[in-house]
């Protein structure tokens, strides 16, 4: 027997399922997944793209940010299927980041930072500091009349 319905992110489909042999009950989530997508490192290393370690990252970036799980989680699909609708099955990774950068500045500043500290690999309070400076709007002028 089982049981199907979209998930709350509307691109998986969530299925409940019954295992005849234990009788136990268990769900399991199905996507579409367009292409098979290849990560191109800096190094020129090639992997498997792994939604989860996607998911991974944005989270932890988004730790203790009053963001809800399914924002998270349809920021998440629309990421992978904006890399799975770009044509090519090779992304390199610079590509990946600045397309997480872009959705995380969009729903939370901290996130981006946090994000950015380690896709931009700052070493010191001062890569902080510049980063957090080209965020801010430049302060209006006040001029005399």
């Not at 997944?33 to 191109?40: F, S």
């Not at 963001?67 to 990946?96: A, C, F, N």
């Not at 930072?113 to 709007?137: C, G, I, M, T, W």
Request: charged share 35%.
């Amino acid at each position: 027997m089982k049981d199907s319905r979209p998930a709350e992110d509307h691109v998986a489909i969530r299925r409940r399922r019954f295992c005849p042999a234990c009788g136990g009950r268990f769900t399991t989530y199905e996507r579409v997944q367009l292409r098979d997508l290849t990560v191109v490192k800096k190094n020129g290393k090639r992997e498997d793209f792994d939604r989860d370690k996607l998911s991974r990252s944005i989270r932890i970036a988004l730790q203790k940010r009053p963001i809800e799980h399914e924002r998270i989680d349809q920021m998440i699909s629309g990421i992978v299927r904006r890399l799975e609708s770009m044509g090519d099955s090779d992304i390199p990774s610079d590509t990946i980041g600045a397309i997480v950068m872009e959705a995380l500045a969009r729903i939370d500043t901290v996130a981006y930072v946090r994000f950015a500290s380690v896709y931009k690999n700052f070493q010191a309070a001062d890569d902080f500091e510049e980063f957090v400076h080209e965020l801010r709007p430049p302060a209006p002028s006040s001029e005399d009349d």
